[in-house]
């Protein structure tokens, strides 16, 4: 049992999964100041009201969720403009390997396609 779980965390797609989710969570509080401290003083400077939460329909309270919509919508963007962004331009200017030739069966295949096309 303790050597599959040895086998298991040695594995390469967990160790890169694990890093994945620390740094993630390391730039979530990046992406999250971003928005509470940068972006949502400006929209507060725009629109004169930085924060919906005492927004209410009857005695529904929407205002926090408002607010959650807002700072979700911020964050996606951040993270797209960020992250997604530069990241695909550096894998646009990447070359590209070029594709493998055929396979020998392919080439008997075709071999044979010609020879029957000939006949």
């Known amino acids: 049992m303790l050597k599959g779980f040895r086998d298991f965390i040695s594995r390469g797609n967990v160790i890169d999964l694990a890093v994945g989710v ?3 969570a390391a730039f979530a509080t990046i992406v999250s100041s971003l928005v509470a401290d940068m972006i949502t003083p ?3 400077m725009i629109f ?3 924060d919906f939460s005492a927004i209410q329909l ?3 309270m929407i ?3 408002i607010n959650a919509v807002v700072s979700f919508l911020l964050t996606a963007l951040g993270l797209y403009v960020f992250i997604v962004l530069p990241f695909n331009k550096m894998k646009k200017s990447e070359p ?3 594709p493998p030739g ?3 069966t392919e080439q008997y295949l075709k071999e044979i396609r010609d ?3 000939r006949k």
């Open 96 to 98: 590209k390997p070029p």
């Open 115 to 117: 020879l029957l096309a």
């Open 58 to 60: 009857g005695p529904i």
């Open 22 to 24: 620390i740094i993630g």
């Open 102 to 104: 055929p396979t020998p």
């Open 48 to 50: 004169g009201q930085p």
């Open 63 to 65: 205002g926090k969720f």
């Open 42 to 44: 400006l929209i507060g």
